[in-house]
Nanobody, 125 residues
Framework: VQLQASGGGLVQAGGSLSLSCAAS????????IGWFRQAPGKEREFVAA????????VYAEFAKGRFTISRDNAKNTVNLQIRKLNPEDTAVYYC???????????????????WGQGTLVTVSS
């Protein structure tokens, strides 16, 4: 099982960024993929998740409106677009895969089976 997060970098406040999570075909076709983030000194928090069956996308409350999760079936990637970045978005962003079928379970990192290595997003003010 392989998950590879990429796309992080240094961005000015107000800018946009698109993160990508590349998954192996076996994972992409049978797991739900979530994005989490962990800021320095803080716990890992759920951002958004996308189900592999149907159009089931789930967002954390803070992510609604500025974050968009999407699947690219041709590339086996799950992308996270972030708009209007602010310094509070600075964190390492991780993608992870879960076999949990219920969307209510996707918010907890404990329900994820596999994790990518993370990509750092730094937002300057």
């Amino acid at each position: 099982v392989q998950l590879q997060a990429s796309g992080g970098g240094l961005v000015q406040a107000g800018g946009s960024l698109s993160l990508s999570c590349a998954a192996s075909e076996a994972v992409f076709g049978s797991y739900n993929i979530g994005w989490f983030r962990q800021a320095p000194g803080k716990e890992r928090e759920f951002v958004a998740a996308s189900g592999w069956i149907g159009r089931r996308d789930v967002y954390a409350e803070f992510a609604k409106g500025r974050f968009t999760i999407s699947r690219d079936n041709a590339k086996n990637t799950v992308n996270l677009q972030i708009r209007k970045l602010n310094p509070e978005d600075t964190a390492v962003y991780y993608c992870a895969a879960t076999s949990s079928p219920g969307t209510g379970l996707w918010h907890s990192h404990n329900n994820y089976d596999y994790w990518g290595q993370g990509t750092l997003v730094t937002v300057s003010s």
